[in-house]
């Protein structure tokens, strides 16, 4: 199975201050297609997850401008540009590259 | 707007089946693109990825899973069901109902609200 790694698994986070998660799995994820499936997922308290980002970097539709996601092989990266209070919860990075499916444990994003 | 809806027995005895069903409206199961798929949270913790069905028949499982697993689909209700055999208190978890676009895309969404699944006797 394709191991995710997040870091940091906390990040305390000063309102309209940049946020960044990073996710590093264990083998590439490129696909045989050529496509890379890494997603991240927004879990907001007592709430089910929610695509916010899907192949790297394409915003999920409804998804606010200031969440971006970059990255290639095995490093990638989901930015906030200016935190809301809105984006407190955990977020979590994906893998659809190979079966079975993987996720990362999880960053929770608070408000310091 | 698509929106998918768990149900199911909350308490399900050690060595039973675990069954529930998935809702769906405002889409219809028979898409090409989609496929109909369950993921899991145990208490406080990460998401397990378990299977997905396609309105053709076909069946993906996670490994770790796939002795105990099987799902079916029900396009004149507009469900999708999972089973999973032999339960014991490992699997006590919230359970999603998520919809996937297959490749080229490959994203999940939208999930269900979930629905916690107690093994205990």
């Known amino acids: 199975d394709i191991v995710m790694t997040q870091t940091p698994l906390s990040s305390p986070v000063t309102l309209g201050q940049p946020a960044s998660i990073s996710c590093r799995s264990s083998q590439s994820l490129v696909h045989s297609d050529g496509n890379t499936y890494l997603s991240w997922l927004q879990q907001r308290p007592g709430q089910p997850p929610r695509l916010l980002i899907y192949r790297i970097s394409n915003r999920f539709s409804g998804v606010p401008d200031r969440f971006s996601g970059s990255g290639a092989g095995t490093d990638f990266t989901l930015q906030i540009s200016r935190v809301e209070a809105e984006d407190v919860g955990v977020y979590y990075c994906?893998?659809?590259?190979?079966?079975?499916?993987?996720f990362g444990q999880g960053t929770k994003l608070e408000i310091k | 707007q698509v929106q998918l809806q768990e149900s199911g027995p909350g308490l399900v005895k050690p060595s039973q089946t675990l069954s529930l069903t998935c809702t769906v409206s405002g889409g219809s199961l028979r898409s090409v693109d989609y496929y109909w798929s369950w993921i899991r949270q145990h208490p406080g913790k990460g998401l397990e990825w378990i299977g997905y069905i396609h309105h053709s028949g076909s069946t993906y499982y996670n490994p770790s899973l796939k002795s105990r697993v099987s799902t079916s689909l029900d396009t004149s209700k507009s469900q999708f069901s999972l089973r999973l055999s032999s339960v014991t208190a490992a699997d006590t978890a919230v359970y999603y109902c998520?919809?996937?676009?297959?490749?080229?895309?490959?994203?999940?969404?939208?999930w269900g609200q979930g629905t916690l699944v107690t093994v205990s006797s």
């Open positions: 994906m893998q659809a590259t190979q079966i079975p499916y993987t």
């Open positions: 998520v919809r996937y676009f297959a490749k080229p895309q490959a994203w999940f969404g939208p």
